[in-house]
């Protein structure tokens, strides 16, 4: 029987566990917090319980990759999710013009709508869309299917910034704009960030897009579960602290506390920036070392959590984003205080008992990390009263925004509680607050280019850093990381053996 220690009991960490443990491995997790789950965690607020990171959801339609994973690993049935309004996921809103844009599931139906709200664009929306599901179509793991070689050749298109791709088929700079409307949840930025990215979290989710019904935690409880039952452990409050490696191999690694850990694999799915000072000078090859200490990461957000006074707020079964004008979509990491936020996105995640009013609201707004870098040498809890002054600040200029489009709903407040890109930075241990890992580039794609193979020959990576990040890229990365333990396609081959009709 051989043995896994996973660093970090994020989504990464509790899926390549459960799928090791299933494969007979003798799993431990160690995970900082007191909570698991790291983008999975809820936390409580004057008795209301808010999702920390992850609430939209893809994947998990009839077939879909996530679902089967979820299926392989027995825990489908328990998993609480909802699925969101079918002829209206996404509502965009341009403040501006006061154009409304209702998005439904499916892609017939998200085509249709496109072509009602611009019938001269009908063949050029045609033609993008089919070149965004042509671009997922070249990567085999999206649709759980073997892959033949490790070395794929990618199309054209597959690097080129999203932002031109979307300008290369359609003409009209307002479909531009909506089309990209999903750009916070990929750290969009212009130029850089590459279409497949683009394509595949666009199809992911007009595939079929979800809330949890409840806390989110439940599904990193689903999966600790998971590693339990086939005889392993995830233990908290275990911050890994040093990796002691000798000849290219891990000995062991140390936590805060002073506990010492021995296994045959190490797997780490912690921010790669937040690992490596954890190893010894010359661990791993200097240029290696630079290339990713360097590599940007992706921008990081400002959330405000609403809880609303007992029936005051209805209830919206779909995901909702208010923009200023047009033209802003590819610029929300550019500050000004004044009109900040230029976007937001909003949703009232369903609780398990859900009627038909709201319990809470959350409002992700993208920002800069450099915006709170005066605070960065503070700590959870005591980062001084400008900065409470600050956040409370910004919570306004949100709620001014919201009420452009909910003109009373700041008579439904009962209270707020805010996270900044210092909180994300300090809960989940990710440099710069960071949403979703490295920032990729188009342009060069070979500076965040990460294997799960490193040249220690027992230390693999996981989690958001390596591939795609979300719902549907860590449990894929997890699968191509045990792959590299047991061989290409076994995961795969298993999943598509027991998922089948
Ligand atoms: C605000 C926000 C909103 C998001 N919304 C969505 C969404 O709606 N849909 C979606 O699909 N994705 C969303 N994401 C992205 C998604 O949450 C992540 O891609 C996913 O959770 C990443 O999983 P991970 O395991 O790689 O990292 P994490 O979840 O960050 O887990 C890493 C874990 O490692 C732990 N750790 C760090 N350092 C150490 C150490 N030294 N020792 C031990 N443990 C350590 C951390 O505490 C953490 O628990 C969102 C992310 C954020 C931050």
Same mark, same amino acid.
């Given at each position: ?36 789950? %790291? &983008? ?37 049935? *328990? ?62 793991? /999206?649709?759980?299917?073997?892959? *033949? ?8 298109? /597959? ?34 960030? =590459? ?12 595939? %079929?897009?979800?809330?949890?019904? &409840? ?45 010492? /850990? ?47 006074? =007992?029936?005051?707020? =209805? ?15 590819? *610029? ?21 008992? +859900? ?15 450099? +915006? ?56 989940? &241990? ?6 979703? %890992?490295?920032?990729?580039? %188009? ?59």
């Amino acid at each position: 029987m051989k043995s896994a220690l996973i660093i970090g009991g994020g989504f990464g960490g509790l899926v390549t566990g459960a799928l090791l443990a299933r494969e007979g491995f003798r799993v431990r997790v160690l995970e900082k917090n007191h909570n698991i789950g %790291g &983008g999975l965690q809820s936390f409580t607020r004057q008795g209301v319980y808010y999702e920390t990171g992850m609430h939209i959801l893809g994947g998990f339609s009839e077939g879909g990759s996530v679902r089967r994973i979820f299926e392989y690993l027995g825990i489908m049935d *328990k998993l609480r999710i909802e699925r969101c309004n079918m002829d209206c996921m996404d509502e965009v809103t341009y403040l501006a013009t006061g154009d409304t844009y209702r998005l439904p599931q499916g892609r017939e139906a998200f085509t249709e709508a496109l072509y009602s709200y611009f019938p001269a664009e009908r063949e050029n929306i045609n033609r993008y869309l089919q070149a965004c599901y042509d671009l997922t179509e070249e990567v085999d793991i /999206f649709y759980l299917r073997p892959t *033949k070689s490790i070395f794929t050749v990618h199309g054209e298109r /597959f690097m080129q910034p999203a932002d031109e791709f979307i300008a290369d088929f359609i003409e009209d700079p307002r479909l531009r704009d909506l089309l990209a409307y999903m750009n916070p949840m990929y750290g969009g930025r212009p130029g850089h960030t =590459p279409a497949y990215i683009h394509a595949l979290i666009n199809v992911l989710y007009i595939s %079929g897009q979800y809330h949890f019904r &409840g806390r989110s935690q439940h599904m990193a409880e689903l999966l600790v579960s998971v590693i339990y039952e086939h005889g392993g452990e995830v233990l908290t409050n275990q911050t890994v602290s040093k990796v002691n490696v000798v000849d290219r191999n891990i000995e062991s690694v140390q936590t805060a506390s002073g506990s010492v /850990f021995h296994a045959d694999y190490y797997i780490s799915t912690i921010n790669l920036k937040t690992l490596l000072p954890l190893l010894p000078e010359g661990a791993l090859p200097r240029a290696y070392v630079s290339r990713l200490a360097e590599a940007p990461v992706t921008y990081s957000a400002f959330i405000l959590y609403l809880a609303f006074k =007992p029936e005051s707020f =209805p209830y919206l079964d779909h995901t909702g984003y208010i923009q200023d004008e047009y033209g802003l979509i590819w *610029k929300h990491e550019e500050y000004d205080p004044d009109t900040w936020p230029r976007g937001i996105m909003y949703l009232t995640p369903p609780t398990e008992n +859900q009627g038909p009013w709201a319990v809470r609201m959350t409002i992700n707004c993208i920002m800069s990390y450099d +915006q709170v870098r005066r605070w960065e040498h503070t700590t959870v809890g005591r980062r001084g009263d400008d900065y409470e002054a600050w956040k409370h600040e910004r919570a306004e200029h949100i709620i001014d925004k919201l009420e452009r489009v909910f003109p009373d709903i700041r008579k439904c407040i009962s209270s707020y509680t805010t996270a900044s890109p210092l909180t994300i930075r300090d809960y989940y &241990g990710s440099p710069e607050g960071a949403l979703y %890992g490295y920032s990729k580039d %188009g342009l060069d794609p070979a500076r965040t280019l990460i294997s799960p193979v490193t040249k220690i020959h027992n230390l693999l990576l996981s989690g958001q850093c390596v591939n795609l990040h979300g719902i549907c890229g860590v449990p894929l990365t997890a699968i191509n990381t045990v792959e590299c333990i047991l061989g290409l396609n076994t995961i795969v081959d298993k999943i598509n053996e027991y998922c089948k009709p």
